[in-house]
């Protein structure tokens, strides 16, 4: 199916904002447990300026997994939604660090270019649950 197809006029269409629903929320809640699950790579990823890396591990971790399943129900939905902007607002930083360091994180694939590509992939995910959560379905298509 062409994208157009998907979004419809103005680049937004009620399939896009289900298939947003139906993976935005799981994404965020994997990505989130995955703090946990690996905090080393989070903890190397947080400027050093900020104070208490591992707090802010764990609270970015535990945002994302909150705001996940808030995605998930629609009585929550929209707090929730704000709840990711938030945190992944908050986490850019962390994805510009990188950048700026390229050389500490010969790990990460595509190196330099694929730390590039994060940052407007970090848009993309704002984008995407902003479609999934707030976009308010009373409004027409292309406001």
């Known amino acids: 199916m062409p994208l157009a197809a998907l979004c419809g006029p103005g680049g937004y269409g ?3 904002k289900i298939i947003a629903r139906i993976f935005a929320g799981p994404v ?3 990505a989130g447990l995955n703090h946990f699950f690996n905090p ?9 300026v900020l104070p208490a890396p591992e707090f802010l ?3 970015s ?12 129900h629609p009585r929550t939905r929209r707090p929730a939604g704000w709840l990711l902007i938030a945190t992944l607002v908050g986490i850019f930083p962390a994805n510009v ?4 360091n390229a050389s500490d994180y010969p790990d990460v694939p595509g190196g330099q270019a694929g730390l590039i590509a994060r940052l407007p992939l970090q848009v ?3 984008y995407w649950v902003w479609l999934a959560a707030l976009k308010d ?3 027409p298509p292309d406001s």
């Not at 997994?65 to 808030?70: E, R, T």
């Open 57 to 59: 591990n764990l609270a």
């Open 14 to 16: 009620p399939r896009m």
């Open 124 to 126: 993309l995910f704002i």
């Open 137 to 139: 379905e009373r409004q």
């Open 97 to 100: 660090y990188m950048v700026l």
């Open 40 to 48: 080393d790579f989070y903890l190397r990823i947080i400027p050093p």
């Open 28 to 30: 965020m809640v994997l």
């Open 61 to 72: 971790g535990a945002a994302e997994v909150l705001g996940g399943l808030g995605t998930l």
